[in-house]
């Protein structure tokens, strides 16, 4: 299953002229004096001021300002009768949007085509080829509209037809900033949904939207490394030290190797193809150095972003510093397109590594959950003896016919070498699991660079497993909790209440991610990041899916028990926490106080400052209270604003 792009030569094209394969941006000529400099297939908007005139009073929804109003019929006739349109003449290589399919459409009639189909369905659940193709996002139920029953999909039979969903009429693939300028100016002018895709990894769907014009930014991929970065605006030229400026298409796999060619690392997650400047690290971005140097975001130095008025802003501590705090865990597709990200480098250091698997038949008694309680409570020590990383606990896995109940951890311990510390307490915790698993044990080793070790394993696989249908809860956790006497119990019965609730049918990641920097930068970084980071030590999460095939009420049955049946359990163990805005509900009940607690209230400030019309709106991001679940339909008037200044 490894990746092979078909490039645009090879696309294939269905009746309705709507490009059937084609990712890349072609840079056409569209003369001023003739038809798109003979591309009869390009529309140029300047040329067709008569069909829009004709198409302004059609499918107005009179019970809401409705994006696309004055334009929506011509929106849906361009899609179905152009394979691109150039909404920008201001350069010789004008801004063009092309026409995009959900990537299914070549396995469903009346386009069907069997080897184009085979070849698709094969890459289907790679990573890399969903962030390549704008008709594609990371989990395929974020393709769908199951309320208008709008799917296309590799799963059903080729005579369901192939209806568009969610995924974006036309992709605009940025290489530039003038591109994404071009494509916002557009969308601002014709009151256009707008959906930014960095990669496609979002579980909430924010890269997705339908009726939208997509900017797309995966061919942005320049990577510039620097000893003595000096934020623009600088009053003494002062030097935040070694950088490396991404732009918006560089995705973490990238960043691991370049860092590890000279022997530096940076803050990132651990993933292939989540891109970092995107969602990523706007929405704050865990990752397992974490513990070491902080949240991703509070290692951000400067942005560039594309604002809704189309300006290219520079974004730092001197400059624009309301839209840099915002930016810096505020959530991503919001306040603007980022073009690049500017975040630290650090020089890589050797790490302790602790790997332990323990299994016992399953289904999971208590047995299993109070060898999980006992990790639960060592996590405060482990913390404090510097380590991170994650834990994985299945209480009812299934193979060949045969349950178990499984815990896997893998823990890192960043710029440690001494093992006994460390050591004391995994010889503690292996001791009382095996009192129930008696094959439980645990390795601890020495890697000479974390951040080469993590590229090394992550290039044994070329790619994220993805492609398949998603939705998650997740909660943060606090070390105080888990310092209480019975903490970790509490927080063992709350898990196992969801699992058996489901009918044994849940699995959990525990992301030890927190605590140590993230915790101690709580008085030293200045952003819209959740309060409860600082206070969290594990961040918790689980997935939930159903069958290609299901009803809208039957998806809607899975939704409704993790929003009002599970997630209330967890949010039910402590006060004052959250959830971690890029891995929770896509429904989550009071977001704005789940994903930024406190800071919620500037953040809707600056948003409406920056982009009063609301051109940006994410799912359960800022200000998409005002607007219905798609963006589509504003449903209330902006909050009044308390009188604050800004300074934007």
């Known amino acids: ?62 019970k809401c300002r409705r994006r696309n109003a004055a334009g929506l019929s011509l929106w849906s006739y361009l899609a179905n009768n152009k394979r691109r349109i150039a909404l920008s003449m201001q350069a010789q290589r004008p801004v063009l949007a092309v026409a995009k399919p959900p990537v299914a459409h070549v396995c469903h009639n009346p386009g069907y085509d069997a080897a184009a189909c085979n070849a698709s369905r094969a890459l289907s659940e790679s990573s890399v080829w969903r962030d390549e193709n704008p008709g594609a996002v990371q989990w395929t139920n974020w393709e769908a509209w199951p309320e208008r029953n709008e799917t296309c999909s590799f799963d059903l039979s080729r005579d369901v037809p192939c209806r568009q969903g969610r995924v ?50 995966y061919k942005m991929k320049k990577m510039d490394f620097v000893d003595d970065f000096v934020p623009e605006g600088s009053r003494n030229n002062q030097s935040m030290g070694s950088a490396v400026t991404l732009g ?194 645990y390795t601890l080793q020495l890697a000479p660079t974390l951040g080469g070790s993590i590229a090394y394993e992550l290039a044994k696989t070329p790619y994220d497993p993805t492609g398949g249908i998603a939705i998650t809860g997740s909660r943060l956790i606090s070390r105080n909790l888990l310092s209480q006497k019975d903490g970790a119990q509490r927080l063992g019965k709350a898990l196992r209440d969801i699992y058996e609730g489901s009918g044994n049918r849940t699995g959990y990641t525990g992301h030890f991610i927190a605590d140590g920097a993230v915790a101690q930068n709580a008085g030293e970084i200045k952003s819209a990041l959740n309060p409860a980071w600082r206070k969290t030590i594990t961040h918790i999460a689980f997935g939930r899916d159903w069958a290609p095939n299901a009803t809208l009420a039957e998806q809607r049955a899975v939704q409704d ?80 604003s308390d009188g604050t200044q800004l300074r934007l």
């Open 248 to 441: 918006a298409g560089v995705v973490l796999m990238d960043i691991y190797t370049e860092t590890a060619k000279r022997n530096l690392t940076a803050v990132v997650g651990l993933s292939h193809t989540v891109g970092a400047a995107g969602g990523y690290i706007q929405g704050g971005g865990h990752s397992p150095l974490g513990p070491w140097k902080g949240m991703a975001s509070d290692n951000a130095l400067q942005f560039e972003v594309v604002t809704a008025d189309g300006k290219l802003l520079v974004a730092n501590e001197y400059q624009n510093r309301d839209l840099f705090w915002a930016l810096r865990g505020g959530g991503g597709g919001t306040f603007g397109v980022v073009v690049s990200v500017t975040i630290r480098t650090f020089p890589d250091v050797p790490a302790l590594a602790l790997m332990s698997d323990i299994a016992l038949p399953g289904p999971a008694d208590d047995r299993f959950w109070d060898i999980l309680a006992g990790l639960h409570q060592r996590l405060p020590a482990l913390a404090d003896a510097g380590g991170s990383g994650y834990y994985f606990f299945l209480p009812n896995s299934v193979q060949n016919g045969q349950s178990t109940a499984s815990i896997t951890i893998a823990m890192f311990f960043a710029n440690k070498t001494d093992q006994a510390p460390i050591a004391k307490i995994a010889d503690g915790f292996i001791q009382d699991a095996q009192k129930s698993a008696p094959g439980a044990n």
């Open 168 to 217: 974006s009429l036309f992709s605009v693939v940025a290489e530039t900033a003038q591109h994404i300028q071009g494509a916002v100016r557009f969308a601002a002018t014709h009151n256009v949904r707008l959906a930014i895709k960095n990669t496609g990894h979002c579980f909430l769907g924010r890269s997705s939207a339908p009726e939208s014009l997509q900017i797309a930014t």
């Open 1 to 62: 299953m490894h990746c092979q792009i078909r490039s645009a030569d090879s696309a294939h094209h269905s009746k309705n002229g709507i490009v059937q394969g084609a990712t890349r941006l072609q840079a056409w000529r569209c003369s001023r004096s003739s038809t798109c400099g003979g591309h009869s297939h390009t529309l140029c908007l300047k040329d067709h001021k008569q069909a829009l005139s004709k198409f302004t009073q059609h499918e107005i929804d009179e």
């Open 561 to 640: 028990r993790l929003t009002n049946a599970e997630i209330p359990i967890l949010k039910g163990l402590e006060e004052g926490m959250g959830a971690y805005l890029n891995e929770a509900d896509a429904f989550e009940a009071g977001f704005q106080e789940s994903f930024w607690g406190e800071n919620y209230a500037r953040l809707y400030r600056i948003k409406q400052h920056i982009d009063p019309k609301g051109l940006f709106i994410a799912r359960r991001g800022v200000g998409s209270e005002d607007w219905d679940a798609e963006g589509l339909c504003r449903v209330r008037k902006p909050s009044t």
